[in-house]
């Protein structure tokens, strides 16, 4: 079991049992609703749009989330909590896009379903 399984053990089932493009498309959506559900603040750190989070044509560095990782770190140090909170959500959407842009395998896509729900203002 991923740590998506833990979180939403049916969805982790519907990405297992789906073909690879399908199964990509679904976590895709995943990741929109996340992005859609966050504040105008959240969408404007990541820098990406709705239609690029839509076509998967912008490509995201690892380097990208460790810098938002980091940002978050200092944020909550310095007991900026609502900026904190932005740069967390941020930081799991990138990292969402990293795993999906990989399209590793099932266990990829679960984890960037999981980093894309982590975003949700809901969860974190």
Known sequence: MTRL???DPTLEA????LRD???THLVRQVLLCSFRSQPPEVRTLF???ERDVRTGRVVVA????EAMDERYLIADEGGD??????????ARLLEAMVHLQAKEDPDGLCEAAYEAL?????LS
């Open 5 to 7: 399984g833990s979180l």
């Open 14 to 17: 519907r990405i297992r049992a």
């Open 21 to 23: 493009a399908e199964a």
């Open 47 to 49: 820098g990406i749009s």
């Open 62 to 65: 690892e380097d990208a989330v």
């Open 81 to 90: 909590l609502t900026l904190a909170s932005h740069l967390f959500s941020t």
């Open 118 to 122: 982590s975003a949700s203002p809901s």
